[in-house]
């Protein structure tokens, strides 16, 4: 992952947290980011697919070693 990406504070905090499972509220995201996510990423679960190519959001969990298994719009949060 580039450390010039948006999403690059992202894929940091997820390879240096040393855990199996994580879950992060989208404020938590949104924190480490320095940005709001677009609206897209509150309402579509496409947004948070696990696709290898065409989004660079996605390269931040997997390259990371993580993918997206539970997407909560209601409690605004993510597991990976």
């Known amino acids: 992952m580039n450390e ?3 999403y690059y504070p ?3 905090h ?3 947290s040393h855990q199996s499972e994580l879950v992060l509220t ?5 924190a480490l980011l320095g ?3 677009p609206q897209t990423a509150r309402t579509q679960r496409a947004w948070w697919s696990n696709r ?3 989004a660079v959001q996605a390269a931040a969990w ?3 070693g993580f993918q997206a298994v539970a997407v909560d719009f209601a409690a605004g949060q993510v597991t990976f």
Do not use: D, H, P, W
């Not at 989208?26 to 949104?30: M, V």
């Open 4 to 6: 010039s990406s948006k």
């Open 10 to 12: 992202l894929f940091s």
């Open 14 to 16: 997820l390879q240096q």
């Open 26 to 30: 989208l404020a938590e995201i949104e």
């Open 35 to 37: 940005a709001k996510l």
């Open 52 to 54: 290898s190519q065409g």
């Open 62 to 64: 997997v390259e990371a």
